[in-house]
């Protein structure tokens, strides 16, 4: 399957960004290969890029960090866009702002409602070297992963998330004062059973969509079969009620457990607890006993699945970005991606030390060094 037309970032250029003092980058569709030393600032450029989406960017990193150590007004970002809908210019930053203010989104020129404008031209996902330890790693790791997948085709779900958090800490706090106001608890209560439920759908639906184009995935590929499922209240409620009833039981569940939240200190039932369960299906066992190398050939073709996905439901492949992808893949597998990756119809930044290991998409790739903040074409 190949998507209509290749969205793809066409120029950036960034001030004061990490080690980035000033750069201007022209990019080709298709393949992008980094290559350089450790510390270069591979990483850097692609989660310049992942701030073209709504969130805190591939490192999930406070503005203060991102900001190149010694500058006064904050970064910038400006990118220029290419698809099916022609071009469009996007910047996003803090200078002039603050932390204080949050960074600001513009789409050609005009200062943007929120960062979620930014997905009506752009998808981006990422797969790095901190998802290694997705399988085995804290549920809070795997809700955020499904969370993103969820981000990507569903812009409201980010603004749902927040404001769930926002009201489960207003509630939080009445329990930790030992405040009796039923008016208050009812009111925070009913928010965070509306958002909370939404979110579970949304995650359900994610999960359902995922499953189906798994199985598109060839029974022997390079890239084997998962199995997927969320566990949770909510979640596991949503297979056989309707949103409306679980919605209502989720309200009535906050209410009755007043008194034992109240004693933990916190809201011990919720979308926050969740989590999702991977199995590697070839093989009958779950994805955290598996090898390195099988869970990271797992979660690549979780990536890819979901890749699949966002292109068809939005008619434009999403960018791709993928640091250290050819550390825990073998040669077949690293030139299967390759060709999954042309197959898509994707823009797709990989970075490596090696660019031996990117030797397969020689011809077929545009090749840039990576050395202490500046790049070069190879």
Known sequence: MKAEAQTHVSRLILTDFRNYHSLSLDFSPGAIVLTGDNGAGKTNLLEAISFLTPGRGLRRASHDDVTRAGAM??????????????????????????????????????????????????????????????????????????????????????????????????????????????????AIERQMAETGTAIAAARVEMVRLLCGMIEHLPSDGPFPKADIALSGTLEEALAYQPAVDVEEAFLRSLSANRYRDRAAGRTLEGPHRSDLNVRHRPKDMPAGLCSTGEQKALLTGLVLSHTRLVAELTRSAPVLLLDEIAAHLDAGRRAALFEILEELNCQAFMSGTDAALFSALEGRAQFLNVSGGSISSR
């Open 73 to 186: 007004n904050g970064f910038a970002i400006h990118a220029r866009i290419e698809g099916a809908f022609g071009e469009v210019e996007i910047g996003t930053g803090t200078i002039g702002d603050g932390e204080a203010s949050g960074r600001k989104v513009r789409i050609n020129g005009a200062p943007a409602r929120s960062a979620d404008e930014m997905l009506e031209w752009l998808r981006v996902i990422w797969l790095v070297p901190s998802m290694d330890s997705l399988f085995t790693g804290p549920a809070s790791d795997r809700r955020r992963f499904i969370d993103r997948l969820v981000l990507a085709i569903d812009p409201s779900h980010g603004r749902r998330a927040l404001d769930y958090e926002k009201a489960m800490r207003g509630r939080n706090r009445l329990l930790s004062e030992n405040a009796r106001d039923e008016g208050w608890f009812e």
